[in-house]
């Protein structure tokens, strides 16, 4: 942007942070959506609670089933993710 350009948008440079700020936010809230780490660990705390006898079989298996959905849609996601952009901070 030009010097002009950016002193004729100087009041809109609150929203542009805000927008900036309210991007970060969603980024990360998806990042951690999207982590497979945990839907792996509760299969494994899955698993060791069928085998403890803590749970039967019938609510293993449907548990199991919600949880390798979720880890399905997690690994498609990746793949169809686009590669991370080269964005910078907000302007001032």
């Keep these: 942007m030009g010097l002009f350009t950016q002193i ?8 542009r942070g805000v927008t900036w700020v309210v991007a970060r936010v969603e ?5 951690e959506f999207y982590d497979p780490a945990p839907v792996q660990r509760e299969l494994a705390a899955l698993e060791q609670a069928l085998l403890d006898g803590r749970i039967g079989e019938e ?16 690994r498609a996601r990746g793949a169809s993710a686009p590669p991370e952009s ?3 901070g907000p302007s001032s």
């Design 8 to 15: 004729v948008t100087l009041p809109l440079a609150p929203v």
């Design 27 to 31: 980024e990360a809230a998806e990042e």
């Design 59 to 74: 609510e293993f298996d449907r548990r199991e089933d919600e949880l390798l959905d979720r880890l399905e849609e997690i």
């Design 86 to 88: 080269a964005e910078g």
